[in-house]
């Protein structure tokens, strides 16, 4: 269980990576979409990131019995490295160019959680909260990947 827990920590500073850039991306959106931009697109996503993350810790301590995964320290370290080592930051970017790095993002996410399903399958500690869980959270985030693609072809 305790590797588990590791991919688990893994996915949850990567997810509080995300919502961090999204919710900056809310703030410095820009243009003609920028009303659509900023309240339906990305404070939609990085509102609906964090309700993920809080869900996925509360699970984690529920089934591991440790509050280790809770660890503010640990989980900003982690979401900052994914930060500076994977994406550009929003910040003074064309519209055009946020919305294209949100498309990896989304992209990269959902490749993160379905490893994550994939780890907790394998090992046989997927419960079926868990599985729920998972699944519907990759639901939302492959309509945000429509969302965005169809925003990008503007």
Request: proline share 2%.
């Amino acid at each position: 269980m305790e590797k588990l827990t590791e991919y688990m920590q893994s996915y949850l500073c990567f997810a509080k990576a995300m919502e961090t850039w999204f919710h900056s991306a809310h703030h410095v959106a820009k243009g003609p979409g920028f009303l659509s931009d900023h309240n339906d697109l990305y404070g939609s996503i990085y509102t609906q990131i964090g309700d993920h993350f809080d869900r996925l810790v509360e699970k984690s301590i529920a089934l591991s019995g440790s509050e280790e995964i809770a660890c503010p320290i640990l989980l900003s370290q982690g979401a900052a490295k994914v930060l500076y080592e994977k994406y550009e930051s929003p910040v003074n970017l064309h519209s055009e160019e946020i919305v294209k790095i949100s498309i990896i993002c989304i992209s990269d996410l959902i490749n993160a959680l379905t490893s994550l399903y994939k780890r907790f399958e394998d090992s046989g500690y997927l419960t079926l909260g868990l599985e729920d869980a998972i699944t519907s959270m990759a639901n939302q985030y492959e309509k945000y990947l429509y969302f965005l693609g169809q925003r990008y072809r503007e």
